[in-house]
Nanobody, 120 residues
Framework: QVQLAESGGGLVQPGGSLRLSCAAT????????MGWYRQAPGKERELVAT???????NYADSVKGRFTISRNNANNMVYLQMNSLKPEDTAVYYC??????????????WGQGTQVTVSS
């Protein structure tokens, strides 16, 4: 009933920038938290950043000052601007959203992931 579709990943050199986008579509009444997580090879999935409906943000210490999360409530979209990228930022990045459906059911939803590779 709900789909999250990420875009914007790719290959970038160290120090470069990328902007990830995620669109939530389907039976959506409202979305509370939206966020980005990442999983590097051989590691567990970790939080990158979250943003609530009012715009309050939370970041992992490793990305503070380099990444910026934002959202558009009207279009049910969330973005992640990534600057000063480092090789250790290489991972599959996943979009997450806590959705209140038209049926008043609440669900936790994930996108399929987009690869970000930082390498020279």
């Amino acid at each position: 009933q709900v789909q999250l579709a990420e875009s914007g990943g790719g290959l970038v050199q160290p120090g470069g920038s990328l902007r990830l986008s995620c669109a939530a579509t389907g039976s959506i009444r409202s979305i509370n938290f939206m966020g980005w997580y990442r999983q590097a090879p051989g590691k567990e999935r970790e939080l990158v950043a979250t943003i609530d409906r009012g715009g309050i943000t939370n970041y992992a210490d490793s990305v503070k000052g380099r990444f910026t999360i934002s959202r558009n409530n009207a279009n049910n979209m969330v973005y992640l601007q990534m600057n000063s990228l480092k090789p250790e930022d290489t991972a599959v990045y996943y979009c997450n959203a806590q959705i209140l459906h038209d049926s008043w059911r609440v669900s936790d939803n994930w996108g399929q992931g987009t690869q970000v590779t930082v390498s020279s």
